[in-house]
């Protein structure tokens, strides 16, 4: 929820417009209608934002709908490959644990997913909400063997990857559950190390960040909490 009112801060940046939180995802909504039913391209200065903040809204069936026609859209020969990113990018901020690990799992299909692009939706796209960064870790950790066999030679991806999925967690029970995990697979990591020790040191600031600002973060959400009442 709060993540999708910040996309509607940004749509109303965006456009300029005085409207309400409510308003502007109709907004947005009306206009990937149009997109979708192919009435009207959106701008491209407000695609990107229209996409994220429909995509991002409360999960339902009208939702899973507008994913998967998006998501046909991607897999379109006929579409570019800047605008490939645009939907890719809109399709990780989906609410829903199950369609995000059916993303998750397209990406090892390269009749599907550009390899060129499989590693970045898993550990960028995929990453940019909680929700996804809990589903893109525990899908690591199970297809952890496949990803590294499969792509030995995309070393900068591999790096991408890896910190996309670790940097963020903000906890010592995550802390542990990586280090745990990865205990006994440093060689797997091969060029990958660096990324996952750098991810290891955000992890830690992260923590010692929440813990000396913890106060100020839970009056933060109280009063971010009141405001949606």
Known sequence: KKWNQRRVLIFKAV???????EECVNAA???????????????????????????????DENIESD??????????????????????YALGLVQDDDKLLEFSNYCLDSSLVRPSDSLYILGRSITQTKKGR???????????TRITEEFTDALFAVDAY?????SNFANEG??????????DKMDSLGP????????????????????????????????????DD
């Open 15 to 21: 456009v300029s417009t005085q409207s309400t939180g």
């Open 29 to 59: 909504t009306a206009k990937f209608d149009a997109y979708r039913v192919g009435s009207a391209e959106p701008k491209a200065e407000f695609k990107a934002t229209i996409l994220n903040t429909v995509m991002s809204k409360e999960y």
């Open 67 to 88: 994913w998967d026609w998006l998501w046909k859209k991607y897999t379109d020969d006929s579409t570019s490959a800047s605008e490939k990113q645009t939907i890719y």
């Open 134 to 144: 809990v589903v893109s870790w525990q899908f690591m950790q199970d297809m952890w």
């Open 162 to 166: 890896i910190s996309g999925v670790l």
């Open 174 to 183: 995550d802390l542990k559950d990586i280090e745990d995990f990865f205990a």
């Open 192 to 227: 990958g190390k660096a990324a996952y020790e750098s991810a290891l040191q955000s992890i830690k600031g992260n923590i010692a960040w929440l813990k000396k600002h913890k106060e100020a973060v839970k009056a933060f959400v109280a009063d971010d909490e009141g405001d």
